[in-house]
């Protein structure tokens, strides 16, 4: 019943607001997080989600592909990096938003994406990537005031992104097409589908991440079924959540078991933080240097 009601809340607050609800320390009475031994935090430098003078800039564009899954026209934001240039090839991140969001919230809510990477190419810390942000949501109403209630749908996505999105995107954009240039990584929600669909279809990606993944995150054991296969062809599966996120449990037990088998994973512990876009903002900053580069 407390369950119950806290969801019902948090589907007003997200209606209400359209933004990812506040998710206190301790909301999930009976999710322990696993003890585990955190990566160590490193801040990112001053400035690394401010405009910069100076510096060339991306370009996002919001694209529109027919979905063979959901039966419509759906929407991605597309980002394009400084001088993107079509006789090059590019890897592509594909970056999810969480319960609250849709093709939108990791422009407009707070995440400053193309900030974040056109100061990541000015500094050359990155491999050439287009980042695409869809919608999860893969439903004919696939709008932010399903809330709570198209969970579902978040789980729905993978036919979606797998069957209809990457072809488009590889049709459309001139970017390589094997696993070892696709990443997938996203917050709560998102971070979820990512762990759950990146590592379930590791023939597609080899780059994983999760940003305090929400409970969608499958249980570990489903997550890995053969500890070997994903050694082998996992490149990097990496985590961070923030310290006072009641959702820490999701990672906490995936990152306890990882390290209980020997396959490589990060979860990194921000300091303080809660359910919001300071940790999301670190996630894109660290995920995006990590990609593409081995
Ligand atoms: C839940 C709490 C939070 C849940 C999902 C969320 C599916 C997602 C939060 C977000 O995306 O910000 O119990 O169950």
């Known amino acids: ?46 400035g690394f989600d401010k405009e910069r003078a100076g510096i060339e800039k991306g370009t996002v564009k919001l694209i529109e592909y027919q979905s063979e899954s959901v039966g ?16 090059k090839k590019y890897s592509v991140l594909y970056l999810l938003h969480g319960i609250g969001g849709d093709e939108w919230e990791w422009m407009n809510d707070g995440g400053v994406p193309n900030i974040i990477m056109d100061n990541l190419y000015a500094d050359k810390k990155v491999a050439d990537m287009i980042v695409v942000m869809p919608n999860g949501r893969a439903a004919k109403n696939d709008s ?45 929600m998102g971070g979820g589908q990512s762990l759950n669909f990146g590592l379930g279809n590791m023939d597609k990606f080899a780059y994983v991440g999760g940003f305090s993944s929400a409970p969608n ?10 500890v070997e296969k994903t050694k082998k062809e996992n490149k990097l599966l ?18 306890a078991f990882c390290d209980e088998k020997g396959v490589p994973c990060t979860l990194i512990q921000y300091p303080g933080e809660g ?20």
Request: aromatic share 12%.
């Open 1 to 46: 019943m407390k369950k119950l009601l806290f969801t019902a809340a948090l589907v007003l607050a997200t209606a209400a607001n359209a933004q990812e609800p506040n998710i206190p320390m301790g909301m999930f009475g009976g999710q322990q997080n696993t003890n585990v031994n955190f990566d160590p935090y490193v801040a990112a430098p001053q």
């Open 72 to 87: 419509t026209t759906r929407k991605a934001n597309v980002y394009l990096p400084p001088k993107y240039d079509a006789k």
């Open 144 to 188: 932010r005031s399903g809330g709570m209630g198209s969970a579902a749908a978040f789980g729905e996505f993978d036919k979606d992104l797998i069957g209809s999105l990457i072809p488009y995107i590889e049709k459309n954009f001139s970017v390589y097409t094997d696993k070892d240039h696709r990443a997938i990584a996203g917050l709560s």
């Open 217 to 226: 995150t499958a249980q570990p054991q489903q997550l890995i079924p053969d």
């Open 238 to 255: 990496w985590m961070v959540c923030g310290s006072a996120d009641g959702l820490m449990f999701n990672s906490s037990r995936l990152k």
């Open 275 to 294: 359910h919001n876009f300071v940790v999301w903002k670190y996630g894109l900053y660290n995920f995006a240097q990590l990609i593409f580069k081995k």
